[in-house]
């Protein structure tokens, strides 16, 4: 296959030249209509904004990169223990995902760990692809790593769910709409719908640099699939997006880490609800042999939400330009396409 132009924006003295400026939005602020208004300017033009005072103390932003070091820190045969499983729970090794086939010669530099909204196994929803129990590292070996995680997931949600509201209300919405059962939930229903939001916390991995002109990535050009990625990174640069996806050549920017701040970006469901009013964002992540740290918190629907198009988004010269998707379906495919299969590493094992 062709390569695609995969572009400008990998050398270090870029950094300083080629950042753009995101706006900030304040989830402290009392004035919604300037957050509705600068939020969807966001959306318009890159689909990349900062959210700044979102709630969640900095106690608790340092403990989770703490336990993040620490889990990544085990020997590899400690982590293989909490290897992810066909929910996708658990550790992605080094190269286990590959974000952009067409343009990677091996996996993602980054190892992960997902961890999604709690399901027991004897739950009837435990029989879906994604949903079931988590898997932890043992308290031994990591103690308080599971409190810590838990934890940030519902101060996250709650974030999530605030920044939601400003969507709604950028998309001609009632402000709730997105906290439907099927979409983001009342805050009591958490567990029993059960939905997919995914945590993964990642390092990239030192001494391993990224060189696009031989298809090495940290992660490789993407979009996310959900609603929205709260994305929390510690202060090394490797974050860049293109804000044009359909141009060629394409124009790769970096996006500075902001202490404190959640970057926002969107994902290919806020794409189909705005009918493309509202893209996804195109990243990818550039490895310059610093460790990095970053946790992604993917906010997305659940499995059994039709995504179709928002009533104040189409008209008859604007007709939906996607077909109502089920999340589930959707969220499967994307994921095979992009995660070597479980057994490799059954027949390692053996
Ligand atoms: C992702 C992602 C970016 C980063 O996890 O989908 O794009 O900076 N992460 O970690
Ligand atoms: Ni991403």
């Known amino acids: 296959m062709e390569k695609k132009q995969s572009g400008t924006g990998t050398d270090t003295d870029s950094v300083t030249k080629n950042v753009p400026f995101l706006n900030r939005i304040d989830l402290s602020s009392p004035d919604i209509h300037q957050s509705v208004s600068l939020l969807k300017q966001a959306c318009l033009d890159s689909g990349i904004f900062y959210v700044i005072n979102h709630g969640i103390s900095e106690e608790l932003m340092e403990e989770v990169f703490e336990q993040n070091k620490k889990f990544f820190g085990l020997p590899l045969s400690e ?23 067409d343009n990677q010669v091996h996996g993602d530099l980054k190892e992960g760990y997902y961890i999604g909204v709690e399901v027991p196994e004897d739950d009837p929803k435990a029989e879906k692809t994604f949903y079931g129990p988590n898997v932890w590292p043992s308290d031994d070996i990591l103690p308080g790593w599971r409190h810590t995680m838990e934890k940030y997931h519902l101060e996250a949600l709650e974030v999530a769910r605030a920044i939601a509201r ?52 940290g992660a490789g050009a993407h979009t996310d699939y959900g609603l929205i990625t709260l994305l929390a990174t510690d202060d090394v640069y490797g974050l860049q997006i293109c804000k044009d996806k359909y141009a060629q050549p394409q ?47 993917f906010v997305e629907p659940g499995y059994d939400c039709l995504v179709e198009c928002l009533p104040t988004c189409k008209s008859e010269k604007n007709p939906p330009k996607f077909p109502p998707v089920m999340y589930g379906d959707y969220l499967g495919q994307r994921y095979k396409d992009t995660h070597i299969d479980l057994n490799v590493y059954n027949e390692l094992q053996s």
């Open 79 to 101: 982590k293989m223990k909490v290897l992810r499983n066909e929910k996708h729970r658990g550790y992605t090794p080094l190269f286990d995902e590959i974000l952009d086939p």
């Open 166 to 217: 400003i969507i709604a209300l950028a998309l001609d919405l009632e402000a709730n709409f997105f906290d439907k059962p099927e979409i983001l939930g009342q805050p009591l229903a958490l567990f029993a719908i059960a939905k997919v939001w995914f945590i993964s916390c990642f390092i990239w991995s030192p001494g391993q640099i990224s060189d696009p002109s031989n298809g090495l990535y």
């Open 251 to 297: 124009v790769w920017e970096f996006i500075a880490p902001l202490k404190g701040a959640f970057i926002v970006n969107l994902g290919d469901m806020l794409e189909r609800w705005s009918n493309c009013l509202f893209k996804s964002t195109l990243h990818r992540v550039l490895g310059n042999g610093q460790e990095r740290y970053s946790i992604a918190y």
